[in-house]
Antibody, heavy 119, light 110 residues
Framework: QLQLQESGPGLVKPAETLSLTCTVS??????????WGWIRQLPGKGLEWIGS???????SHNPSLRSRVTISVDTSKSQFSLKLRSVTAADTAVYYC???????????WGQGTLLTVSS | QSALTQPASVSGSPGQSITISCTGT?????????VSWYQQHPGKAPKLMIY???NRPSGVSNRFSGSKSGNTASLTISGLQAEDEADYYC??????????FGGGTKLTVL
């Protein structure tokens, strides 16, 4: 069964760069659509799509975050990563990684990781 | 891009049916059959319930159904059960090759 696991520091200082990695288990990382995404949820708020990446390297971003976001993929490690630069307290959220299908849906999700921005 | 519009809350009694709406524009919901719905219980990751407007993933109860008319998609839950109490989010592909979610709807089972 497909499993995704986010990993990251938990706490980041303002103005620094947030780095998260998602590791996919079950061996199917590069098969099928091979399309993976990041979504976040601010405290008490709704879901916000951050961006998605194909194994080919093609990327799509949320326009509101594009200037600060870098998404990359490492198929040899079955991982994809998120970097968010110049973070502020407004970036404090639970960050999820998920498998992104061609119909636009996210059908498998990680458990989420809380990222707090604080000095 | 603007978030899709969902009612903040809906409620129903066990056994009843409820419908949650998700309104967008011709650039997202109305323009593509790429609308999905997610259920989220407190402290848990979202779970896909409906994709491509009407399709149910394997394992999702047939009490959940989706539809679309114009720029508005809908999620209907029939035979409401206590375990259905959760937050529900819609999502749609957009003309800009991006994704957008709705603001979420809190379902209360009375």
């Amino acid at each position: 069964q497909l499993q995704l696991q986010e990993s990251g520091p938990g706490l980041v200082k303002p103005a620094e760069t947030l780095s998260l990695t998602c590791t996919v288990s079950d061996g199917s990382f590069s098969s099928g659509d091979c399309y993976w995404g990041w979504i976040r949820q601010l405290p008490g708020k709704g879901l916000e799509w951050i961006g998605s990446i194909y194994c080919s390297g093609r990327i799509s971003h949320n326009p509101s975050l594009r200037s600060r976001v870098t998404i990359s993929v490492d198929t040899s490690k079955s991982q994809f990563s998120l970097k968010l630069r110049s973070v502020t307290a407004a970036d404090t959220a639970v960050y999820y990684c998920a498998r992104h299908r061609s119909g636009g849906q996210f059908d498998s999700w990680g458990q989420g990781t809380l990222l707090t921005v604080s000095s | 891009q603007s978030a899709l519009t969902q009612p903040a809350s809906v409620s129903g009694s066990p056994g009843q049916s409820i419908t949650i709406s998700c309104t967008g524009t011709s650039s997202d919901v109305g323009g593509y059959n790429f609308v999905s719905w997610y259920q989220q219980h407190p402290g848990k990751a979202p779970k896909l319930m409906i994709y491509e407007v009407i399709n149910r993933p394997s394992g999702v109860s047939n009490r959940f159904s989706g539809s679309k008319s114009g720029n508005t998609a809908s999620l209907t839950i029939s035979g409401l059960q206590a375990e259905d109490e959760a937050d529900y989010y819609c999502g749609s592909y957009t003309r800009s090759d991006t994704l957008v979610f709705g603001g979420g709807t809190k379902l209360t089972v009375l």
